[in-house]
């Protein structure tokens, strides 16, 4: 059973950041692609950004672009989202995932294992 356990979150104002990390419990972590997703409350779960397996290529929805960063170190079995100039906009849980099937990097069923997320709250 794969686990992938989030940290990071919290409370930080509007234009703060935060870093957060994904630690996956699997030796085949480096032959995955990882991603970010985020859900808000009453809203559905909805794509963030993701790194292919090793780390060269990564994908971010629009609404982050250019102010947040995934980047991932596989002998750490970690993946992380900085987020900088961060938006009250941006609160809600954020969840790490394993891709593993061959649909969109954008698409939640392309993946699989599912960490337990953590919060993010930006106040204004």
């Known amino acids: 059973q794969v686990q992938l356990v989030e940290s990071g979150g919290g409370l930080v104002q509007a234009g703060g950041s935060l870093r957060l990390s994904c630690a996956a419990s699997?030796?085949?972590?480096?032959?995955?692609?990882m991603g970010w997703f985020r859900q808000a409350p009453g809203k559905k779960r909805e794509f963030v950004a993701s790194?292919?397996?090793?780390?060269?290529?990564?994908y971010y929805a629009d609404s982050v672009k250019g102010r947040f960063t995934i980047s991932r170190d596989n002998a750490k079995n970690t993946v992380y989202l900085q987020m900088n100039s961060l938006k009250p906009e941006d609160t809600a849980v954020y969840y790490c995932a394993r891709r593993v099937h061959s649909g969109t990097y954008y698409d939640l069923r392309s993946y699989d294992y599912w960490g337990q997320g953590t919060q993010v709250t930006v106040s204004s």
């Open positions: 699997e030796r085949t972590f480096s032959n995955y692609d």
């Open positions: 790194i292919t397996w090793g780390g060269a290529t990564t």
